[in-house]
């Protein structure tokens, strides 16, 4: 009873000084997704922030897609919302809200060189700093280790390799009971994610980046179709019919049930899969994702998330400090070191208590330095119908409704009318 009612005075007194900071500095807004349970972590992080500024900041909820965010952050923006603050960007949208956001430059000149160069480059559009980067992303094969020894298999190289392993162990998994084992889970629902999954397959079996830096589209190729007819044979096979549905989570869902021998995911899913009550925890290991053909390069498709200001923001001054708060060293440490986000500061590959934690950190440097970009930067305000008409076309073959060449035939038509003239 004492107990109690101490704990509810200390509960009061937290209220009250909650009530005082925020009487103290402003209300700001940042907008977030949940993917793998991060807003959790990053409500912790901005308690702290509070307490430092004064300022009282709120989460606004997103979908975890990141179509979906664009398609809300598009709305608001274009209204000229001034309720939200900070918006969380994918890598991707720098040069489509660019002018809708406020430039970063002067405010991080201090700071910005010692951000990887190569990201900042992504997150500049027309000589302005649309974003300060959050974190990077490349993505891995996540496989079960335990289930690779069972069987003495190899970590597949190849495609087709990953694919005859996982049907072995998928049907012996089976056979010994485990009615509801599949083979490989990835991301095969209509939206972003499907562009990253099969940008990675195409780029692997040598059939290019879709549209070329250079702005030449690439697409309809040999190399892209044989790679896209690969993936269909593995829906409904060793891949669960849903997967034409699955987006990240849904992906790591079956994963760390223990029901998918391999699964292609962001590093985020290491963090998870390794969880005090997570059923394959210390059973999997991560690894590049295979290549075409012996003599082929894996590719991996660069991901990451960066933080912007609105340029409708009524407190831009206190959302930059926010901003620079949350890419901050310490902060950037402890969502590597609890999430496994791989961190956009180089001094932080270096750090032993990362490596430690998570350790695919320090392994993942080189993977996301050589990973393939999105063609976001020569496709310019073009990019969302470009990968919209990609992941159409690899839905469509994925689901059986017309053949790869066909459909990246076609693809390749709607493309160069959307290009026209020029991107
Ligand atoms: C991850 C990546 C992001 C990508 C998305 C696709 O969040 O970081 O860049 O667009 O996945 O689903």
């Known amino acids: 009873m004492k107990l109690k009612s101490l704990a509810a005075i200390a509960l009061l007194g937290a209220t009250i000084l909650s009530t ?23 409500r912790g992080v901005l308690d702290d922030f509070q307490k430092q500024s004064g300022d009282t900041v709120k989460i606004v909820g997103m979908p975890n897609s990141t179509t979906d965010q664009f398609g809300q952050y598009k709305l608001w923006l274009a209204a000229g919302n001034s309720d939200i603050d900070v918006y969380q960007t994918d890598v991707i949208w720098a040069p489509q809200l660019s ?42 094969l996540f496989y079960r280790k335990d289930l690779l020894a069972k069987y003495n298999l190899p970590v597949p190289k190849t495609w087709e390799e990953m694919a005859k392993t996982a049907k072995t162990v998928m049907d012996g998994e089976r056979a010994a009971g485990n009615k509801d084992m599949w083979g490989f889970v990835f991301q095969g629902n209509a939206y972003e994610g499907l562009t990253c999954d099969a940008l990675e397959w195409v780029k692997s079996y040598g059939g290019g980046q879709i549209v070329e830096p250079d702005g030449t589209i690439s697409i309809n190729n040999d190399k892209a179709a044989a790679a896209l007819e690969e993936a269909k044979s593995w829906v409904g096979t060793i891949s669960p019919p849903g997967v034409l549905s699955y987006d990240e989570e849904a992906s790591r869902g079956v994963w760390q049930l223990g029901n998918a021998v391999f699964m292609r995911n962001w ?28 003599g082929d390069s894996p590719a991996s498709t660069l991901g990451g998330w960066n933080l912007a200001v609105s340029k409708y923001s009524k407190n831009q001054d206190e959302a930059i400090k926010l901003v620079r708060y949350l890419s901050s060293p310490e902060v950037q440490k402890s969502r590597a070191v609890n999430l496994a986000a791989l961190p956009t500061l180089t001094a932080l590959y270096d750090d032993a208590d990362i490596a ?5 950190i320090p392994q993942w440097k080189a993977v996301f330095q050589n990973a393939v970009p999105r063609p976001s930067g020569p496709t310019k305000t073009k990019y969302n119908e470009v990968s919209n008409d990609f992941w159409s076309a690899v839905h469509d073959t994925l689901a059986g409704n017309g053949s790869a060449k066909d459909n990246l035939e076609a693809l390749e038509a709607k493309l160069t009318e959307l290009k026209g003239d020029g991107w």
């Open 20 to 42: 005082g900071s925020a009487f103290a500095g402003v209300t700001l807004s940042i907008v977030s997704s949940d993917t793998g349970g991060s807003a959790s972590w990053l």
């Open 99 to 140: 002018d809708q956001f406020v430039d970063l430059t002067a405010a991080t000149k201090d700071i910005i060189g010692n951000y990887f160069p190569s990201i900042v480059q992504s997150q500049t559009s027309g000589g302005k700093l649309v974003a300060l980067p959050f974190y990077t992303d490349a993505p891995a």
């Open 267 to 294: 590093p985020y899913a290491y963090a998870n899969g390794n969880q005090a009550d997570s059923p394959i925890k210390g059973k999997f290991d991560a690894t590049t994702l295979p290549v075409g053909a012996a």
């Open 356 to 360: 430690k934690a998570q350790p695919i």
